[in-house]
């Protein structure tokens, strides 16, 4: 939603199968993360994860204009460090110097990785289409779980992730 409200703000030309394809691939996301049992909403985390994905959309727009992907996400994340110190002191949960410094490292590594290789394409993508192809990055964790950490594969899985190819698909079709 983030990157589409920027993406019209900045007179991108958004067009009904863009926004057809958007909604078939966020769909699919909804039906992965939909609850099997009952669920209670949590006011204060649905709240940080709002912030925390609108964050993320402007980020990727302001990515862009990176010139050089791996000096300009090198500096973003060490400006991140002293935000994320934070929750080292505030936590409730005592994550502990060796919690901190795994998130560090894997934020820098395996996160700053994929930050690079998305500043990298992000200039060649129209930012409504950019914000269609981040829908696809929560079946590509689950899909690695399935590969990797013997997760379940489900149905429910196997349909959000057809609901979000074709959604990207449907998104692609230009007007005759």
Do not use: H
Request: negative net charge; aromatic residues 14%.
């Amino acid at each position: 939603f983030t990157m589409f409200g920027l993406a019209a703000l900045t007179s991108e030309e958004i067009t009904l199968w863009r926004i057809l394809g958007a909604i078939i691939s966020f769909s699919g996301v909804c039906v992965l993360f939909l609850p099997t049992e009952t669920f209670e909403i949590k006011i204060n985390e649905m709240l940080i994860m709002i912030l925390a994905a609108a964050g993320w959309g402007v980020y990727s727009f302001l990515g862009k204009n990176a010139k050089e992907p791996l000096l300009e996400t090198t500096q973003n994340l060490i400006w991140a460090i002293p935000f994320v110190s934070i929750f080292f002191f505030i936590s409730p949960d005592g994550i502990g110097v060796k919690g901190l410094i795994l998130a560090i490292l894997s934020g820098a590594i395996t996160s700053g990785l994929g930050y690079v290789v998305w500043y990298s394409i992000l200039p060649f993508l129209k930012t409504s289409f950019a914000a269609i192809l981040q829908l696809s990055v929560p079946l590509m964790a689950a899909i690695a779980g399935v590969l990797f950490f013997s997760e379940e594969m489900t149905m429910e899985l196997v349909f959000a992730t057809i609901l979000v190819i074709l959604g990207t698909f449907v998104s692609l079709i230009k007007r005759q």
